[in-house]
């Protein structure tokens, strides 16, 4: 097939590199195949989508293993029609999900139960919202795999995700949670964690935070926006993980303290983001230095075991629903879309409570 160095259309992407998508021919279903190279520059970028088309024109579709499929797939079918942090999300659950578990397959070898085996081990090991994006994925992945004439029939389509089951949740204990915030007392720029322990955002939604959202008369803070990273670059994208994760969270006391000591604190004239949390240059706290900060301080607090800053947030639920907080309302704080993904999640944590109620009970 020769090789038109002029063809091609030209795309400039969020993340400011280039992507160049050329035709490719048909493949043998009649269909036309497009090939994308992206790169810093157009050069890059051409140079990648030749390669690709190098490999293609040698290809024996029979062959193609998972990874090699999934790869296409990834940069001609999702990656033009979803945004760029959408995509990392996508490429980033393929590669530590399919990819590399299956990679080494061929697409034509894979069996429903092979399949099936694979998501009952990620529905036991990570988050029903997680396992259920996953196994979408796949899905749709093998699916268009059938569109166009790889395999016969989607061995993914059959699957299920187990009917029921909980989430076992690693929040602080007592004991820790007091070490800890002794130990975050002592600085200012540890007030970040101890806001995320007073208001069980997430952390993206915490570190996205910015004044024009936060009403100190009336206290409470708004959350319409969060931080996200796109190969290491922060952001602000305008709207939070789920449209139930929309929301205005009141301020508790110790919460309401944290901001106005950030607002004293606060250098407008250099905070040119607006951001509540900023780092020492007025940027953005990254995750990679707000994790290896968390965990100087947690070894600092003389807490043992391994903790991870997600279980802040499950840590301020827990201690809610321990002094007996109602469920729909502490459902509305986290920003879950259901009330059942609350109950879900704190299954251990509710029926501990239940029998503290039950001990108490008496009518004799």
Not at 7 to 16: H, I, P, Q, V, Y
Not at 206 to 235: C, F, S
Not at 297 to 321: S, Y
Not at 340 to 358: C, G, P, Q
């Amino acid at each position: 097939m020769a090789r038109g160095y002029g063809e091609g259309t030209w795309r400039k992407l969020a993340s400011g590199n280039w992507q160049l998508t050329i035709s490719a021919g048909t493949n043998r279903e009649g269909e036309r195949v497009r090939i994308s190279g992206t790169g810093k520059t157009k050069k890059e970028a051409r140079e990648r989508a030749n390669q690709k088309l190098d490999q293609l024109q040698g290809f024996d579709e029979s062959e193609i293993t998972v990874a090699e499929w999934a790869e296409i797939w990834l940069e001609e079918y999702k990656r033009p029609n979803i945004n760029s942090t959408t995509y990392l999300t996508y490429e980033h659950q393929m590669r530590n999900h399919f990819i590399e578990p299956l990679g080494d397959y061929r697409v034509k070898d894979l069996t429903t139960i092979q399949l099936q085996t694979h998501i009952n081990t990620i529905d036991k090991n990570h988050s029903r919202a997680l396992a259920r994006a996953i196994k979408s994925r796949i899905t749709s992945c093998l699916k268009k795999a059938v569109d166009i004439g790889l395999i016969d029939k989607n061995p993914a389509i059959v699957t299920e995700l187990s009917k029921t089951r909980t989430i076992t949740v690693r929040a602080l204990t007592k004991e820790e949670q007091d070490k800890l915030v002794e130990r975050c007392r002592r600085e200012e720029y540890a007030n970040l964690i101890l806001f995320l322990l007073t208001t069980g955002l997430r952390i993206g939604e915490a570190t996205g935070l910015t004044w024009d959202h936060v009403d100190l008369k009336n206290r409470t803070l708004a959350v319409a926006q969060i931080m996200v990273e796109e190969h290491g670059n922060p952001r602000l994208q305008p709207y939070p993980k789920t449209d139930n994760s929309v929301r205005t969270v009141p301020l508790s006391d110790d919460a309401y303290a944290i901001l106005k000591e950030r607002e004293q604190n606060n250098d407008p004239e250099n905070n040119v983001l607006n951001l509540v949390f900023y780092s020492s240059t007025f940027n953005f706290r990254t995750l990679s230095n707000f994790r290896r900060y968390f965990d100087r301080l947690v070894e600092e607090a003389g807490i043992e075991r391994k903790l991870t800053p997600h279980m802040l947030r499950h840590t301020f639920a827990t201690r809610l629903i321990e002094q007996g907080a109602n469920i729909k309302a502490v459902s509305q704080l986290l920003g879950h879309a259901k009330v059942t993904t609350t109950l879900n999640i704190y299954t251990e944590v509710f029926d501990d409570e239940k029998i503290d109620v039950i001990d108490t009970y008496s009518i004799l």
